[in-house]
T-cell receptor
Framework: GENVEQHPSTLSVQEGDSAVIKCTYS??????FPWYKQELGKRPQLIID?????GEKKDQRIAVTLNKTAKHFSLHITETQPEDSAVYFCAAAGNTPLVFGKGTRLSVIA | DAGITQSPRHKVTETGTPVTLRCHQT?????MYWYRQDPGHGLRLIHY???????DKGEVSDGYSVSRSKTEDFLLTLESATSSQTSVYFCAISAETGPYGYTFGSGTRLTVV
C-alpha cells in the first residue's frame, strides 16, 4: 500500500520568512496530494491540493509543487505570519482512502 | 459549520468496556472514514465506508468494528477498550474516495483507564 514520508517533523521560522515542508510517496498510482492544516485542539482543514496532471498550484501565500517522476511534493508558505503556526499534514491517494504523513509542527516566531 | 458532527467530544472509559463513537453528516456524502491521531503517527485509517452496509478495513483496524445503517451515520465501536486505544478519533467525509478532499469532524478524545 501507499506510504507517505514527511519532513521535517518540526520547523521554526522567523515571521516573514518562507517555510518549506516536503513529502515523498511510494505508490505510483497515487494521483491526488492534499495538504491539511491543524491548529491546536482543532480539526484538520484542507488548505491546498494538487492532482497529478499539474506540477504547481498557488493560492496567495501558499503553493504546492509536485514531481511525479521523483514521487515527491512540497508545501511552500511565503511571508509567514504567526497565524501560520500549526501542524501541517501531507497526504496521498489514488482510488483508495488518503494516507497521511506524520505531520510537521510549524512555529512562526514574531 | 462543515455538516459533520461527532459525539461524544470527550470520553473516559475503563479497560475492557465496549465504547461506541458516532459520526453524523448532513452532506449526503457517500464516503465516511474513521482515523485515529496519535503523537508521532499522524492520522491513521481505522475503517471506512463507501455506502450503507459497505465498509472496509484500514491500516489499524484490529480491535475496532464499524457499522453504517444509514447514509448519514457511521459508528465506530471499540469492542473491549484497551489503554493503547487512548487517542483522538476523527471522522471524515468525502463525496468520492481517491482524488477528493475530506472534511473532518471536530474529533473525539477518548481516554481508556
Amino acid at each position: 500500500g501507499e506510504n507517505v514520508e514527511q519532513h521535517p517533523s518540526t520547523l521554526s521560522v522567523q515571521e516573514g520568512d518562507s517555510a518549506v515542508i516536503k513529502c515523498t510517496y511510494s505508490d505510483s498510482a497515487s494521483n491526488y496530494f492534499p495538504w491539511y492544516k491543524q491548529e491546536l485542539g482543532k480539526r484538520p482543514q484542507l488548505i491546498i491540493d494538487i492532482r497529478s496532471n499539474v506540477g504547481e498550484k498557488k493560492d496567495q501565500r501558499i503553493a504546492v509543487t509536485l514531481n511525479k517522476t521523483a514521487k515527491h511534493f512540497s508545501l511552500h508558505i511565503t511571508e509567514t505570519q504567526p497565524e501560520d503556526s500549526a501542524v501541517y499534514f501531507c497526504a496521498a491517494a489514488g482510488n483508495t482512502p488518503l494516507v497521511f504523513g506524520k505531520g510537521t509542527r510549524l512555529s512562526v516566531i514574531a | 459549520d462543515a455538516g459533520i458532527t461527532q459525539s461524544p467530544r470527550h470520553k473516559v472509559t475503563e479497560t475492557g468496556t465496549p465504547v461506541t463513537l458516532r459520526c453524523h453528516q448532513t452532506e449526503n456524502h457517500r464516503y465516511m472514514y474513521w482515523y485515529r491521531q496519535d503523537p508521532g503517527h499522524g492520522l491513521r485509517l481505522i475503517h471506512y465506508s463507501y455506502g450503507v452496509k459497505d465498509t472496509d478495513k484500514g491500516e489499524v483496524s484490529d480491535g475496532y468494528s464499524v457499522s453504517r445503517s444509514k447514509t448519514e451515520d457511521f459508528l465506530l465501536t471499540l469492542e473491549s477498550a484497551t489503554s493503547s486505544q487512548t487517542s483522538v478519533y476523527f471522522c471524515a467525509i468525502s463525496a468520492e474516495t481517491g482524488p477528493y478532499g475530506y472534511t473532518f469532524g471536530s474529533g473525539t478524545r477518548l481516554t481508556v483507564v
